[in-house]
């Protein structure tokens, strides 16, 4: 990702509507669906300026892993521990059979080979580990957000769902999220491409309207993994080594 992102990511990521809904949302899905031992083992890898460890933390013990060396300076003074350099897909250093849930938020598209990073990701997992992914969705919603976040691709329900099995994944939870407002995030990535906006569209908004959207995206975290979504812009998966 371009410094700019990282930039706003330590500036915003604790009031942003985004990032403060998506945490909760993600942290109920870790409740209700990923059973995790007394004594759990977590890592995030692309954990940037580590907005997610303190909620991670909450179900065990986290590790992170971030290539940026600001953004990792930063997620270590916030969190208090090191957090590590070790690059997907190779993840050199990171011990198998380790963790019980390794969380991939937004990472994947950033990397070329995304087959062989679930393959390695898989190989840090304990017995009964889980992976705890999220992605951009849809490739038609492509704009200057994802050329600023250097994404590789945007993924497609079917594009995601072969990736996992081509790594030897089972499959136990796929949703689409950020759903609710989806048709504002629509409309704005295609009157973006028309007007030939060339900036990212993640300053944050005035405090009535980012608390609206809070709110509207927060309530996802009691739908999400529990009905049936409409499109939105991003997806979730939950998947576990295939036995």
Request: net charge neutral; proline share 7%; hydrophobic share 50%.
């Amino acid at each position: 990702m371009e410094r700019i992102v990282y930039d706003r990511m330590a500036e915003l990521d604790s009031r942003h509507w985004w990032y403060r809904a998506r945490r909760e949302i993600l942290a109920g899905l870790i409740a209700r669906h990923v059973p995790l031992p007394a004594d759990a083992r977590l890592l995030e890898i692309g954990c940037g300026t580590g907005h997610n460890l303190a909620m991670l933390a909450r179900f065990g013990s986290v590790d992170g892993i971030e290539i940026d060396p600001a953004a990792r300076a930063l997620a270590s003074a916030r969190f208090g521990k090191p957090v590590m350099d070790a690059p997907l897909p190779a993840l050199a250093g990171v011990a198998d059979a380790h963790y019980d849930l390794v969380a991939v938020l937004d990472v994947i598209e950033h990397v070329a080979d995304d087959r062989a990073s679930l393959v390695r990701i898989a190989e840090t997992l304990r017995p009964g580990g889980r992976i705890l992914i999220t992605v951009p969705a849809h490739p038609w919603m492509w704009s200057a957000h994802d050329v600023v976040n250097h994404h590789q691709r945007r993924y497609t329900a079917r594009a995601l769902k072969t990736v996992i099995a081509e790594a030897g994944l089972k499959l136990e939870l796929f949703s689409p999220f950020n759903a609710l407002l989806f048709p504002l995030a629509a409309a704005a990535r295609v009157a973006g491409r028309l007007t030939g906006r060339s900036s990212s569209d993640d300053a944050l908004p005035p405090a009535p309207v980012n608390a609206l959207f809070e709110g509207i995206f927060g309530l996802e975290r009691y739908l999400v993994g529990r009905v049936p979504m409409p499109p939105g812009v991003s997806f979730v998966a939950i998947a576990s080594a295939a036995t």
